[in-house]
T-cell receptor, first 109, second 114 residues
Framework: GQNIDQPTEMTATEGAIVQINCTYQ??????LFWYQQHAGEAPTFLSY????GLEEKGRFSSFLSRSKGYSYLLLKELQMKDSASYLC??????????FGTGTKLQVIP | DSGVTQTPKHLITATGQRVTLRCSPR?????VYWYQQSLDQGLQFLIQ???????AKGNILERFSAQQFPDLHSELNLSSLELGDSALYFC?????????????FGNGTRLTVT
């Protein structure tokens, strides 16, 4: 089965750094995606981790610990446009991707 | 533009009716996924197809069915509609050939049941 836990909401200041945590339990774990979703819009792909460690991609980085069932998304130099929901999505067997309820991030001036 | 096309964009219908949502995946993608997102809720996985075959099933109601056709487009059929079925329905596609293939989402079909 799938069990994904993320904070419901977070607030951070423009220019700051924010870390969004995710814990998961997934049968047949094959990797973990992070997506960004603005209200009423389609989710867009941010990052993918399959091995333990940090993947850096510009202002966004994602970390994975498979043994702990834990991941985080790190957003640096926050901009107002980063206000959105961030979805943690572990991938299980047959490439099935299950999404958490998401963390709604509000960036304030 | 993700390359995934969903039609229609909006659908308003009455309880008890049946509707069909259509999805054309990105060129070359073999996997199609369907998700339901109710207001302020997460994405609920419904069903996944790979090259015409059902690959994984989530919490899809018996009133809902789907299929993927030989040209790889997919349709999600919702019948005996209830008010609670009002939601945004997303289709996503991926190449399906490797675990690292991200899902690319269409813009969704917003279904309103009155």
């Amino acid at each position: 089965g799938q069990n994904i836990d993320q904070p419901t909401e977070m607030t951070a200041t423009e220019g700051a750094i924010v870390q969004i945590n995710c814990t998961y339990q997934t049968s047949g774990f094959n990797g973990l995606f992070w997506y960004q979703q603005h209200a009423g819009e389609a989710p867009t792909f941010l990052s993918y981790n399959v091995l333990d460690g940090l993947e850096e991609k510009g202002r966004f980085s994602s970390f994975l610990s498979r043994s702990k069932g834990y991941s985080y998304l790190l957003l640096k130099e926050l901009q107002m446009k980063d206000s959105a929901s961030y979805l943690c999505a572990p991938q299980g067997g047959y490439q099935k991707v299950t999404f958490g309820t998401g963390t709604k991030l509000q960036v304030i001036p | 533009d993700s390359g995934v096309t969903q039609t229609p964009k909006h659908l308003i219908t009455a309880t008890g009716q049946r509707v069909t949502l259509r999805c054309s995946p990105r060129s070359g993608d073999l996997s199609v996924y369907w998700y339901q997102q109710s207001l302020d809720q997460g994405l609920q996985f419904l069903i996944q197809y790979y090259n015409g075959e059902e690959r994984a099933k989530g919490n899809i109601l018996e009133r809902f069915s789907a299929q993927q056709f030989p040209d790889l487009h997919s349709e999600l059929n919702l019948s005996s509609l209830e008010l609670g079925d009002s939601a945004l329905y997303f289709c996503a596609s991926s190449s399906g050939t490797g675990n690292s293939s991200p899902l690319h989402f269409g813009n969704g079909t917003r279904l309103t049941v009155t």
